[in-house]
């Protein structure tokens, strides 16, 4: 069974930083890649993030560039996704979904929150 569990969100003031994680089993985590979306309150849920777990390639999106840091322990078959500068618009429940490699490279977001194999997702609050 395909399993993924997101972990390290909480309550930080603006301009602190967190460090998700997304901990996975089920599967041969080199074959997939890792993408991380947020859904705040009232709207649609957003693509962040997303790595290839065998090669590294990253993609972000444009609200993220240069804040979020997306990685993997492939020891560990655990995603992370970095977050510094962190904004009160970064509120939202943020989750970790399984994904393909070749979507994964373009960002296409749309396709990826189609797929099945998605984590509860963990509470990140930033404060004013």
């Known amino acids: 069974e395909v399993q993924l569990a997101e972990s390290g969100g909480g309550l930080v003031q603006a301009g602190g930083s967190l460090r998700l994680s997304c901990a996975t089993s089920?599967?041969?985590?080199?074959?997939?890649?890792i993408a991380w979306f947020r859904q705040a309150p009232g709207k649609e849920r957003e693509g962040l993030s997303c790595i290839v777990n065998s090669d590294g390639a990253t993609h972000y999106a444009d609200s993220v560039k240069g804040r979020f840091t997306i990685s993997t322990d492939n020891a560990k078959n655990t995603g992370y996704l970095q977050m510094n500068s962190l904004r009160p618009e970064d509120t939202a429940v943020y989750h970790c979904v399984r994904t393909h490699p070749p979507l994964c490279v373009i960002g296409d977001y749309d396709q990826i929150i189609a797929y099945d194999d998605w984590g509860r997702g963990t509470q990140v609050t930033v404060s004013s």
């Open positions: 089920g599967f041969t985590f080199d074959e997939y890649a």
